[in-house]
């Protein structure tokens, strides 16, 4: 079983739809980070959480630090949210561990 | 602050050749992390170093991935000799403190 498992591993919605992605892992960690990876490659940093919520616009970020269990929220979706999502969880003072993305497509 | 900075954006060599990537971090960051993307295993840690100085270098594949961070504002991945397995994207981070890290644009990286 993976440190950090996401869902769903794909998600295709209409615009307009509110999008949620899960992560879950079973490390103790110091913080999570959400990332988003555009078609072209490049990866930017959305968020990095641990405890609460965060908030950017149209995203939202939670995360339960007993359950652990973070999610990512879209609302308002747009095509141009289309991107690969990735949860990364720091466990340990500086190591990075990553889920497997979830690839999110939004038809117009 | 043009961000990371990584070179070249992407690099078609034979199998059996050396590669070298580079990574300019962010000015001021003090933390330096190369990572290697695939399809297969997703995004892992290579190595990362802390002040210039390697502090875990575990996720390096094998004998022939070594990496260098001669100053704060410089940093080479190299592969010698390249295999095919090798291709993939490799990405360099940088951060400062506990912050959150700052992406390059990656290299993606082809052997045949």
């Known amino acids: 079983k993976n440190e950090v498992e996401q869902s769903p591993q794909n998600l295709t919605a209409q615009e307009g739809e509110f999008i949620t992605i899960n992560c879950s892992y079973s490390?103790?960690?110091?913080?999570l980070h959400w990332l988003q990876q555009h078609p072209g490659g490049g990866i930017v940093s959305l968020f990095m959480?641990?405890?609460g919520k965060k908030k950017h616009g149209r995203l939202i970020a939670t995360i339960n630090i007993q359950e652990k269990h973070s999610s990512l929220h879209i609302t308002a979706s747009h095509p141009r949210d289309s991107a690969v999502y990735i949860c990364?969880?720091?466990?340990?003072?500086?190591?990075?561990?990553f889920g497997q993305g979830t690839r999110l497509t939004i038809n117009p | 602050d043009a961000g990371v900075i990584q070179s070249p954006r992407h690099e078609v060599t034979e199998m059996g050749q050396e590669v070298t990537l580079r990574c300019k971090p962010i000015?001021?960051?003090?933390?330096l992390f190369w990572y290697r993307q695939t399809m297969m295993r997703g995004l892992e840690l290579l190595i990362y170093?802390?002040?210039?100085?390697?502090?875990?270098d575990s996720g390096m594949p094998e004998d022939r991935f070594s990496a260098k961070m001669p100053n704060a504002s410089f940093s080479t991945l190299k592969i010698q000799p390249s295999e095919p397995r090798d291709s993939a994207v490799y990405f360099c981070?940088?951060?400062?403190?506990?912050?959150?890290?700052?992406f390059g644009q990656g290299t993606r990286l082809t052997v045949v």
């Open positions: 170093f802390n002040n210039n100085v390697p502090i875990d």
């Open positions: 990364a969880v720091r466990a340990g003072a500086q190591k990075l561990v």
């Open positions: 000015s001021g960051h003090n933390s």
């Open positions: 959480l641990s405890s």
């Open positions: 981070a940088s951060r400062r403190g506990t912050e959150g890290a700052f």
């Open positions: 490390v103790g960690i110091s913080a």
